[in-house]
């Protein structure tokens, strides 16, 4: 059974400063989703994982994987305001349905 | 382009009442899932079609909670006997045959009071 755990559930910051978020599954499936969500919206794609070392960088967003810890880290550089959201991990099977195994989301919350 | 459509927005039913909830994918996408999300928690998978039949329908809580796909694009949820903790946002996600990233639709509120 696939499990997905997202450390911190909630994180507070100031502008400027740098963190992590940690995401750590259960299985040796190789594909790792990060999602944004806003209050009240949907999800929003930011990044798809598809191998070990793989490394993608939007902004000042970064996703990584390392599939032999099972763990997947998405880092905010200089974090503005903005980025306030809530970000969620995924995994799935591949081979199987492909259906998404989320984590339970990290809260971010930017403060001027 | 158009993304995933869901309707409607928010629905405010009574306990026991019967309720459809609608999905409209991207076009050209084969595949398509439904996801239900409790507040505070990330989304739950329920069920995923490929094409018009269900392919994987183990997420589904129990036999009030049926999905259809005719036509092999729109879907409808359906939730029979509606309980109040059924109260959730329902999410629907598409993507193309043999693709590995699903677009989410921006949901359907249910309260079920």
């Known amino acids: 059974e696939l499990k997905v755990e997202q450390n911190p559930l909630f994180l507070s910051m100031q502008e400027g400063k740098n963190y992590t978020i940690y995401c750590n599954y259960s299985t040796t499936s190789d594909r790792l989703y990060w999602y944004r969500q806003d209050p009240g919206k949907s999800l929003e794609s930011l990044f798809v994982?598809?191998?070990?070392?793989a490394v993608k960088q939007e902004g000042r967003l970064m996703a990584s994987l390392d599939t032999k810890a099972r763990l997947s880290t998405l880092h905010i550089t200089a974090a503005v305001h903005d980025l306030s959201a809530t970000y969620f991990c995924?995994?799935?099977?591949?081979?199987?349905?492909?259906?998404?195994?989320f984590g339970k989301g990290t809260k971010l919350t930017v403060n001027p | 382009g158009a993304g995933v459509s869901q309707t409607p927005s928010n629905k405010v039913t009574e306990k026991g009442k019967y309720v459809e909830l609608r999905c409209d994918p991207i076009s050209g996408h084969t595949a398509l899932y439904w996801y239900r999300q409790s507040l505070g928690q990330g989304p739950e998978f329920l069920i995923y079609f490929q094409g018009t039949g269900a392919a994987d329908d183990s997420g589904l809580p129990n036999d009030r909670f049926f999905a259809v796909r005719p036509e092999g694009s729109v879907s409808t949820l359906k939730i029979q006997r509606t309980e109040r903790g059924d109260s959730a946002v329902y999410l629907c996600?598409?993507?193309?045959?043999?693709?590995?990233?699903?677009?989410f639709g921006p949901g359907t509120r249910l309260t079920v009071l």
């Open positions: 995924a995994q799935d099977k591949e081979g199987g349905s492909e259906k998404l195994v």
């Open positions: 994982l598809l191998s070990n070392g």
């Open positions: 996600a598409s993507s193309i045959p043999g693709g590995v990233e699903q677009f």
